[in-house]
């Protein structure tokens, strides 16, 4: 197994940001071109999913609807850093997501794209790779 790390830059407390072509990357270092890739978040205020990237409105939906389901302020949140939203949206969404990898290559859907989300930006966060063989 191969793990590769690298870094995000988030600029909004939500965001959506198109890391496709980095899991690419470490899917291309890894010279393995039969299996899977696995793409784990560590953090507990943002996620991991893949969706649409031909339209921008989807991701912009996306991030409205998280927010109209699970609202930045509710009387009942009692977690003291006030970030109570941004922990039930990355449970929500998941940590963790998995891509075939065959002929060295990720296997999306036309319009799928990988995309890191961000629940509690702006902040520098980490996105793991590990890309297994079999
Ligand atoms: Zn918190």
Redesign the pocket.
């Known amino acids: 197994m191969h793990i590769f790390t690298f870094d995000i830059h988030s600029r909004r407390r939500d965001e959506m940001i198109d890391i496709t072509e980095r899991v690419a990357k470490a899917v291309a270092d890894s010279r393995i071109a039969e299996g899977l890739a696995t793409v784990f978040v560590p953090h507990?205020?943002a996620g991991v999913t893949i969706n649409e990237n031909a339209d921008p409105d989807v991701v912009h939906d996306v991030l409205a609807a998280l927010d109209a389901a699970v609202p930045h302020e509710r009387d009942f949140y009692d977690?003291h850093?006030?970030?109570?939203a941004?922990?039930v949206k990355s449970s929500l969404v998941g940590v963790a997501t998995q891509v075939l990898v065959r002929q060295g290559r990720l296997v999306l859907g036309t319009w799928q794209a990988i995309y890191f989300c961000e629940f509690?930006g702006p902040r520098s966060r980490q996105v793991h790779v590990a890309v297994t063989e079999g």
């Open positions: 507990t205020t977690h850093e006030g970030n109570s941004a922990h509690d």
